[in-house]
């Protein structure tokens, strides 16, 4: 109950498997759903970033499904590779674009059903435009 109420008091949180998942699901559900959540394995010679959703192929070829995630993800991989101005970039025009609120997926929005859903590629054109702000910082 700890995390819910008080995510805060949490840094880093060690479980199994089969519980980090259950765990991680939950506390995506803070930030807005997984959707939202990005997910790293790294190890001492390699890691790997990927959205924590898993590749949902039930979703394959419908462009709906929200790709922040995986963006996010590849924030923090170029954080991990040392990009770091490249990262801030990218987590600023991801930013940007969920507070202006018109390019989101039907996760984001108060009803699934919301027509002003955007879809998968127009999230993507819409943080694209926002990368060629030369202003973005």
Do not use: C, W
């Not at 959707?35 to 394959?60: C, Q, R």
């Not at 770091?84 to 018109?102: K, M, Y």
């Not at 989101?104 to 879809?119: E, H, I, Q």
């Amino acid at each position: 109950m700890q995390l819910v109420q008080k995510p805060e008091l949490y840094d880093v949180i060690v479980l199994p498997n089969l519980y980090g998942d259950i765990v991680s699901d939950l506390a995506a559900g803070l930030i807005g759903g997984l959707g939202l959540a990005p997910g790293a394995n790294i190890g001492d010679k390699m890691a790997v970033f990927e959205p924590t959703h898993g590749s949902a192929p039930k979703y394959k070829g419908l462009n709906k499904m929200n790709p922040f995630a995986m963006m996010l993800s590849g924030v923090m991989m170029l954080r991990h590779i040392g990009e770091t101005d490249a990262a801030q970039r990218l987590e600023i025009a991801i930013a940007s674009v969920i507070e202006e609120g018109r390019h989101v997926t039907y996760d984001m929005k108060l009803k699934p059903d919301d027509p002003t859903a955007a879809s998968t590629s127009e999230v993507a054109d819409a943080v694209i435009e926002k990368l060629k702000i030369k202003s973005l910082k």
